[in-house]
């Protein structure tokens, strides 16, 4: 019922800032969560940065200080500002949403989660 789309990768130098965005589109009622990850060859995909629907947001340590996760919830658009970039933050960045969808007379959310299908970051030392 989700589509998700990043944009915003490419190559950029190490100190320097790139900002990712993710649209979401398609046939849902609401977002609960959205998030970001990346996977870098050989290693297992990671949690970079979640914001619920509260607005209450997490990040992994690596990121911490450096990452900023935000949301234009009217136009269900997930940013990911993303400053003093290292080369350990080389990888896939994949947007992650958990949406629901009304179903029946009772109106009985379910939920599903989606993946975008990755953007690439590369960063050089």
């Known amino acids: 019922q989700v589509r998700l789309e990043e944009s915003g990768g490419g190559l950029v130098q190490a100190g320097r800032s790139l900002r990712l965005a993710c649209s979401a589109s398609?046939?849902?009622?609401?977002?609960?969560?959205m998030a970001w990850h990346r996977q870098a060859p050989g290693r297992q995909r990671e949690m970079v940065a979640v914001?619920?629907?509260?607005?209450?947001?997490r990040y992994a340590d690596s990121v911490k200080g450096r990452f900023t996760i935000s949301r234009d919830n009217d136009k269900n658009i997930l940013y990911l500002q993303m400053n003093n970039m290292a080369p350990e933050d080389t990888g896939v960045y994949y947007c992650?949403?958990?949406?629901?969808?009304?179903?029946?007379?009772?109106?009985?959310?379910?939920?599903?989660?989606?993946w975008g299908q990755g953007t690439q970051v590369t960063v050089s030392s």
């Open positions: 992650f949403a958990k949406a629901f969808l009304f179903f029946g007379h009772d109106r009985i959310p379910e939920e599903s989660d989606y």
């Open positions: 914001q619920d629907k509260n607005g209450v947001t």
């Open positions: 398609g046939n849902f009622d609401g977002i609960n969560a």
